[in-house]
C-alpha cells in the first residue's frame, strides 16, 4: 500500500513520523513523508521517500512575527499572533499538499496542522485520510483546550473552551479550504470544528494513554495509541567530546528549546548558564534553533543529538515541554523542569507536573536564573521525581503505538 503521511510545522512535528514510517515500511508498505524542505534529508535517510512543502518554519519562527509568539503575555494573545502568521502561508502550503498528494497515494495520514486539505483531498479523490496526530484537540470535558495554559474550567467550560478555540483555529484553514473544495468540485462544508472535519472519520493519536487517557467523551472512532518514536539517523555516533564529557563526572542536567527561536540567544545562553551553576549541577545544554551556547568546566554545548540516546545518561531535563521532548524525557525516565513558552506546551508541562514527574512549571516569559536553579535543586535532589519517572517509563516501554497504525491500515487493505 502506498502510503502518505503529510505533516506541517518544526521537527518536533515531523520526527514522530519517520519512526512511523520505518515501521510501515517494514511491514511492506510504500512509504513518503510530505513536508518541508528543511527535513529532506532527515526523512531521505531512512529510506523513507519525500515530497517537499513550501514554507520553511525556522524562517517564519525567527520572523519578526514568529519571535513575538514568545513575548506574549497569554495564550490568547500568542493565539492571535500565530493566526495573523498562519493566514499569510496558508494558501501557499495548502497548494503544496495538493501538489504532494496528487502525486500518488492508496492512503493518506495527516497530522493535525495537514488534516483539512488532507481530508478534502480524499473526499474528492476517494482515498482514505486517516488523522494521525500528536496533540489532543477533540473538545472534552475531561481537561481544556490545548493552548489555554489554564487549570480545568469545569466539565461544561471545557467544552465551550474547546469549541470558541474551534471557532478561532477554523478563521486560519477556512478561507484556503474552501476555496480547495471548490477547486475539487465538493460542496461547501460548514466551518465550526474540529477545522470542518466529519467527527465519524478515524483519527489516531500518537501519545500514550498513560500520559493523556482517552476521554470517555470523545468520538468512537478517536483512539489513543501511544507514542510514535524517532527514528535514529543511521550510522549516529556520539562526538568523543560529548563522551569524554558524561565519563567525567556525574549524570547532567540536559537543558535545551527544540525549535523555539528565542529573541535574545546570549541572554537566554547566560540564564541557563547561571541557573546549573547556582543549582551545582553539571549541564549539557542544546543549541537548538535558537543558537544557545553556553561553555565552562561543568557546561557543554551539543548540536542535534538522539534525545533516546542522550537523555537516559542525564539527571533530569529542561525543556520547552513541546510534545517530542516532553515524551522523549519520559520515555528515558527522568524528570523534568518545563519551561513553557507558547501553544500547546502549557499543556503538556501541565501533564508533567500532573504525573509527578517535575515541580510545577515556570513560564519563559517570567523564566529567572533563581527561579530555575531552585527547580532544578528540587528535580534532582527529591528522589520522588526520579522514581515516579523511572515506573511511567516501563509503563510507556510496554506499548506499541506504531502497531495500532499497522492495524488500522490492514483494515483497510
Known amino acids: 500500500m502506498r502510503v502518505l503521511i503529510v505533516t506541517a510545522g518544526s521537527w518536533g512535528d515531523v520526527a514522530p513520523y519517520t519512526g512511523l514510517g520505518v515501521r510501515l515500511r517494514s511491514a511492506g508498505h510504500d512509504v513518503a513523508i510530505a513536508t518541508h524542505v528543511r527535513f529532506r534529508d532527515a526523512v531521505t535517510a531512512h529510506g523513507i521517500g519525500f515530497r517537499a512543502l513550501p ?22 494573545v500568542a493565539m492571535a499572533r500565530l493566526m495573523r502568521m498562519a493566514q499569510e502561508f496558508m494558501p501557499r502550503l495548502t497548494s503544496g499538499v495538493v501538489d504532494a498528494v496528487r502525486q500518488g497515494a492508496d492512503v493518506l495520514l495527516s497530522s493535525t496542522f495537514t488534516d483539512p486539505m488532507c481530508s478534502a483531498l480524499g473526499e474528492a479523490m476517494r482515498l482514505p485520510a486517516l488523522g494521525v496526530y500528536l496533540q489532543p484537540i477533540e473538545p472534552t470535558a475531561a481537561f481544556p483546550p490545548l493552548v489555554t495554559a489554564a487549570r480545568s474550567f469545569g466539565p461544561h467550560g471545557n467544552r465551550l473552551a474547546a469549541r470558541a478555540l474551534w471557532a478561532a483555529t477554523d478563521r486560519i484553514f477556512a478561507p484556503a ?13 460548514r466551518f465550526g470544528g474540529p477545522l470542518g472535519l466529519p467527527r465519524d472519520r478515524l483519527v489516531l493519536h500518537g501519545f500514550s494513554p498513560r500520559i493523556v487517557r482517552r476521554p470517555a467523551d470523545w468520538p468512537e472512532r478517536h483512539r489513543v495509541c501511544g507514542y510514535w518514536w524517532p527514528a535514529t539517523p543511521p550510522g549516529w555516533q556520539p562526538d568523543p567530546r560529548l563522551l569524554d564529557f558524561l ?20 541572554r537566554l545562553s547566560a540564564l541557563l548558564a547561571e541557573a546549573l551553576r547556582r543549582a551545582k549541577v553539571r549541564g549539557i545544554v542544546q543549541s537548538g534553533w535558537t543558537g544557545l551556547h553556553a561553555e565552562g568546566d561543568e557546561l557543554l554545548t551539543v548540536q542535534e543529538v538522539p534525545h533516546a540516546w542522550l537523555f537516559p545518561r542525564t539527571a533530569a531535563v529542561i525543556h520547552h515541554a513541546g510534545a517530542g521532548t516532553t515524551a522523549a524525557g519520559l520515555r528515558a525516565g527522568v524528570p ?35 527561579r530555575l536553579a531552585e527547580a532544578i535543586v528540587a ?7 526520579r522514581a515516579r519517572s523511572r515506573r511511567l517509563a516501563a509503563g510507556i516501554a510496554e506499548e506499541d503505538g506504531a502497531a495500532r497504525v499497522l492495524t488500522a491500515l490492514g483494515r483497510l487493505g
Open 247 to 266: 565519563d567525567a563526572g556525574p549524570p547532567p542536567v540536559f537543558a535545551g528549546f527544540g525549535s523555539f527561536v528565542a529573541a535574545d540567544a546570549e
Open 55 to 76: 514554507v520553511d518554519p525556522r524562517e517564519v519562527l525567527a520572523s519578526a512575527a514568529g519571535r513575538s509568539l514568545a513575548r506574549a503575555v497569554s495564550p490568547p
Open 177 to 189: 479550504v474552501s476555496g480547495l473544495r471548490r477547486e475539487l468540485g465538493l460542496p461547501p462544508r
Open 336 to 370: 523534568a523542569v518545563p519551561v513553557p513558552v507558547q501553544l500547546d506546551q502549557h499543556f503538556w508541562a501541565g501533564r508533567l507536573t500532573a504525573l509527578g514527574v517535575s515541580p510545577p512549571p515556570l513560564r519563559y516569559q517570567r523564566l529567572t536564573a533563581p
Open 379 to 385: 528535580v534532582t535532589r527529591t528522589p520522588a521525581f
